[in-house]
């Protein structure tokens, strides 16, 4: 009987054996499913998260992109700006140069005359009388010339003043521009470091 009751062990013992086995089929089924549902769960998750990173990441290069156009158009104006405050000032200075170059050219013809009028004096009195009056003259065609040649300086500084401030104005519209752009970026900059956190 004992080889019959060992038989009946041994078939028991496989039997449970198989029955243990079948049960570790089960469990490392069932592990392997939720492994699989965690790995898509965190894949999603993981795609998700470069998905928002991607789109908030394009977004602020987006934004660099536009910003760096508004500030070379600005750099533009700017340099537009001061090319013609240059042309403003350049003009000025020829206005004021050729007033001046006019006030010569009239006391030079002045002196001219005058020194024929001293060529033609044939007394001692004749000749006192007309270096006054050519010393008179002389004098009054200063004070006219420097004052013609000071009211035009004043129009064109006015004038220049004017037309500098109005140019100047836009690069001060535009300097604000560049300021909130920049602080923009560095709260597009702040967004992305909290998602990388």
């Not at 939720?34 to 965190?42: I, Y």
């Amino acid at each position: 009987m004992r080889s019959e009751e060992m038989a009946v062990n041994s078939e028991g013992a496989v039997n449970i054996t198989e029955a243990e086995q079948r049960r570790m089929i089960e469990a490392s089924k069932e592990t392997l499913d939720s492994l699989k549902k965690a790995d898509a769960a965190a894949a999603g998750l993981a795609a998700g998260i470069v998905e928002q990173s991607s789109a908030q990441f394009g977004g602020m290069l987006e934004f660099s992109l536009r910003a760096s156009e508004q500030a070379t158009k600005q750099v533009a104006r700017n340099m537009d700006v001061m090319m013609k405050c240059g042309s403003i000032l350049t003009e000025g200075w020829q206005t004021i140069f050729q007033e001046w170059l006019l006030t010569s050219r009239a006391t030079a013809q002045k002196n001219m005359s005058a020194f024929e009028e001293l060529m033609r004096c044939r007394s001692v009195d004749s000749l006192l009388s007309c270096q006054s009056g050519i010393l008179r003259n002389g004098i009054e065609t200063l004070h006219h010339g420097n004052l013609r040649i000071s009211e035009v300086s004043t129009k064109v500084a006015g004038d220049t003043v004017k037309q500098i401030s109005a140019l100047t104005c836009s690069i001060g519209a535009g300097l604000n521009l560049t300021d909130e752009t920049g602080e923009n970026l560095r709260k597009a900059g702040a967004a992305m470091s909290k998602i990388e956190d």
